[in-house]
């Protein structure tokens, strides 16, 4: 995430500026994979990727088998952007894996972007993942013996570092002279740790596996002629595959021409992320047989239960906190209004603003109704508060636009804790609630009050056990244990870079003609 440093107006006070670039908690990717002879599949990785591009927005790639070879693409910016129908109509075969990122190991580089590619002694892989490793230093360790024993020959590529753990367990899986890539796989994925969700083919069949704790989503759902795996259900739904569960944690699936198998790598101990709940996951996903959009109003009528306000209007900052703003208000009574527009067009890819642009903050992305809000009491519903930018520019925009008094109601509890299993929360000093009480926190970002949910009652709209959920961003108890902190971080592969593991110029792989948000062109091999 963009850190936004804060400047001062004229008149000398402290204004702080706000980037469209930091738009809250963001995930690590979406993945997406397909199995179907006879159908179109990168046009149908095209659309999954398209219905999970909430998960990611910096790159986005498709790779795809037609039984002899395997073809992939990848790119900087959006899915739409990345693709066109030229691009899809070069992508030919009956086996397809797509990915969106958001990068939380490795810099947002085209080297970084997925599915990872890489030859095997009997054909070829790709690779997507969403998640975050904590044992990436050890895995990198594994990649580097392999190379130093003559297991990887690397010597005659020119390609710079990919410097993502992605690329680590790429490397890790293509290297199986002795067994199948499926026993490869089997033997490998025990030794992975952190949160995984991976999705991978060879040029004759699609893989996926869980990390034991499931932290991470991932379903399966049946096509007339196939099977697609993805990160949520909502991509199932936009390519007319029906859902039929979800991956269990710990388990491995395999499609091919002999149909649908699976074996358990592990032992399931299911630490669903909480804050999936909350804010990363589609309203219109099914995730542990509920709705999220029906979770999130149950918890704003929580909120108002717990927290409740004198006020006029319920409003939401849209979208994330529509559903709890629609809970808030059937609970409290209050009526319910949109006081925001958004503009959906701005997003990570957006133009850095200028100094001038910069100035008008927030308004990039949300201009209020005045008429809706002037002389209201507004109870104004947000899905979290990270650093606080955001909701300081938003209160200040609305008091400017005639509200009379704001109260500020959080779906979720304060976030303390940075994550480490694939959502970008910043550092611990960064995270304004580390330190702060609500009050302190409140007053702020100029609200009149400030209130969150408790993590208790949190916990109960999920209708999920409090030991099933992984909750370490709002009471910092890692459900899968950390390295030292020199072992951790984003740009740990590229503070010591171990060895060029994306292999996209290798014979049996093909990069075709970059397409749009190429940023990067000039430092590609």
């Not at 809000?373 to 990270?386: A, C, P, Q, T, Y």
């Amino acid at each position: 995430m963009t850190r936004v440093p804060s400047g001062r107006r004229g008149d000398g006070r402290l204004t702080h500026e706000l980037d469209p670039h930091d738009t809250g908690p963001q995930d690590a990717c979406g993945v997406f994979g397909v199995w179907a002879p006879g159908e179109d599949v990168a046009k149908l990785s095209y659309y999954g990727l398209y219905a999970l591009q909430h998960r990611g927005q910096e790159s986005a790639g498709i790779a795809v088998s037609n039984g002899r070879q395997i073809l992939v693409y990848k790119d900087m910016g959006l899915v739409s952007q990345v693709f066109d129908e030229t691009t899809l109509a070069s992508l030919q075969g009956h086996v397809a894996v797509g990915h969106c990122r958001y990068s939380t190991t490795g810099a947002s580089t085209w080297h970084n972007a997925q599915p990872t590619f890489r030859p095997t002694e009997t054909g070829s892989i790709a690779l997507a993942h969403n998640g975050n490793l904590t044992n990436t230093h050890e895995l990198a360790e594994k990649v580097a013996d392999l190379g130093a024993n003559g297991g990887l020959d690397l010597s005659a590529r020119s390609v710079p570092a990919a410097t993502n753990d992605t690329s680590l367990v790429t490397a890790l899986l293509a290297w199986h002279p002795d067994r199948s890539l499926e026993e490869n796989a089997a033997e490998l994925l025990p030794t992975i740790k952190g949160a995984f969700s991976f999705v991978w083919m060879d040029e004759h069949t699609l893989y996926a596996a869980r990390d034991p704790q499931g932290i991470r989503p991932l379903v399966l759902g049946r096509l007339e002629r196939g099977w697609v795996i993805a990160s949520e259900t909502a991509a199932l739904d936009i390519v007319g595959a029906s859902f039929i569960r979800e991956v269990e944690p710990g388990e491995m699936v395999a499609v091919d021409e002999d149909g649908l198998r699976s074996r358990h790598f592990a032992k399931a101990e299911p630490k669903h992320c909480l804050f999936e709940f909350v804010y990363l996951a589609r309203p219109d996903t099914l995730m542990n047989n509920q709705r999220m959009h029906s979770v999130r109003v149950e918890i704003g009528r929580r909120l108002a239960r717990e927290f409740p306000a004198d006020a006029d209007l319920v409003m939401p900052v849209p979208e994330s906190g529509t559903p709890a703003a629609i809970g808030y208000a059937e609970e409290s009574g209050i009526p319910y209004g949109t006081g925001l527009v958004k503009n959906s067009y701005v997003g990570r890819t957006f133009i850095q603003p200028s100094q001038t642009i910069r100035q008008l903050g927030i308004r990039l992305k949300l201009n209020p109704l005045r008429d809706v809000i002037e002389g209201k009491r507004l109870v104004v519903v947000d899905d979290s508060i990270v650093r606080g930018n955001t909701q300081r520019a938003l209160v200040r925009m609305l008091r400017e636009a005639g509200a009379r008094e704001v109260h500020v109601r959080i779906s979720s509890p304060p976030v303390k804790w940075p994550c480490f299993y694939g959502i970008d929360f910043p550092t611990r000093a960064e995270l304004i609630a580390n330190g702060l009480s609500s009050d302190e926190i409140g007053r702020s970002i100029g609200a009149d009050s400030l209130a969150y949910i408790s993590l208790e009652q949190l916990i109960e709209a999920t209708n999920v056990p409090q030991p099933q959920l992984c909750r370490a961003c709002f009471d910092g108890v890692y459900p899968v244990e950390l390295p030292d902190p020199e072992r951790l971080g984003k740009h740990l592969l590229e503070l010591d870079p171990v060895l060029p593991l994306d292999g996209m110029d290798d014979a049996r792989g093909l990069s075709l003609t970059p397409g749009g948000g190429a940023g990067d062109a000039l430092d590609r091999p």
